[in-house]
């Protein structure tokens, strides 16, 4: 799990702003995926790709968008359209998408809105 | 749709009792049923995890049960330390055209010296 990085760690935005969180991997894994968890809560999922090129929304697209041009790299752009962005998110990937395959998170990033 | 609980939602045990967490699923396809632990401000990482075709594991002080057919699996803990203050999260992973996770909303276990 030492193997996905997130940045930045901390991240303001101001209102009306895109800020996109960058998430990297070097664990050689197809599947990667962005979880948002707010302050006391679980977590839930936002996008999941299994393949580069190619993205599915999860349960709280709305507001976020993703790119998967790199098996490496997985960024998430949170958009003027969330309105209440401020969260914990985290990036994750596991080695193929299928179940069974263990989850492993990056350190997550922080978003406030200001 | 596929749903997971878990009770409770906050647990304080002294130093050296046993914890134990529930959870439920709703999905009978479920097959994988892993556990996180996430410190405060930290990520969740990887604690335990146990398959439909077994009905126990254990690593060192952590055990988890897993009865498929009242679709409910529990984590225990132990011989507490303070260092498993953290929250505990259990999760359901089902075949679907992805590795679709649903996790629980998390138990907040406070162990106190």
């Known amino acids: 799990d030492g193997g996905i990085t997130q940045s930045p760690k901390y991240l303001f935005r101001k209102e009306g702003q895109n800020v996109t969180l960058s998430c990297e991997q070097n664990l050689n894994h197809d599947a990667m995926y962005w979880y948002r968890q707010d302050p006391g809560q679980g977590l839930r999922l936002i996008y999941y790709s299994q393949i580069v090129n190619d993205f599915q929304k999860g349960d709280i697209a709305e507001g976020y968008s993703v790119s998967r041009e790199k098996k490496e790299s997985f960024p998430l752009t949170v958009t003027s359209a969330q309105k209440n962005p401020t969260a914990f998110y985290l990036c994750?990937?596991?080695?193929?998408?299928?179940?069974?395959?263990?989850?492993?998170f990056g350190e997550g990033s922080w978003l406030t809105v200001v | 749709g596929e749903n997971v609980e878990q009770h409770p939602s906050t647990l304080s045990v002294q130093e050296g009792d046993s914890a134990v967490i529930k959870c439920t699923y709703s999905?009978?396809?479920?097959?994988?049923f892993p556990w996180y632990k996430q410190e405060l401000g930290k990520r969740p990482q990887l604690i335990i995890d146990i398959r439909s075709n077994v009905g126990e594991k254990k690593d060192q002080r952590i055990a988890v049960t897993l009865n498929k057919t009242a679709k409910h699996f529990s984590l225990h803990i132990t011989e507490t330390q303070p260092e498993d203050s953290a929250v505990y999260f259990c999760a359901a992973s089902i075949r679907t055209s992805y590795d679709k996770v649903i996790f629980g909303p998390g138990t907040s276990l406070s162990v106190i010296p």
């Open positions: 999905d009978s396809a479920s097959n994988y």
């Open positions: 994750a990937s596991s080695s193929d998408g299928y179940s069974g395959n263990t989850i492993y």
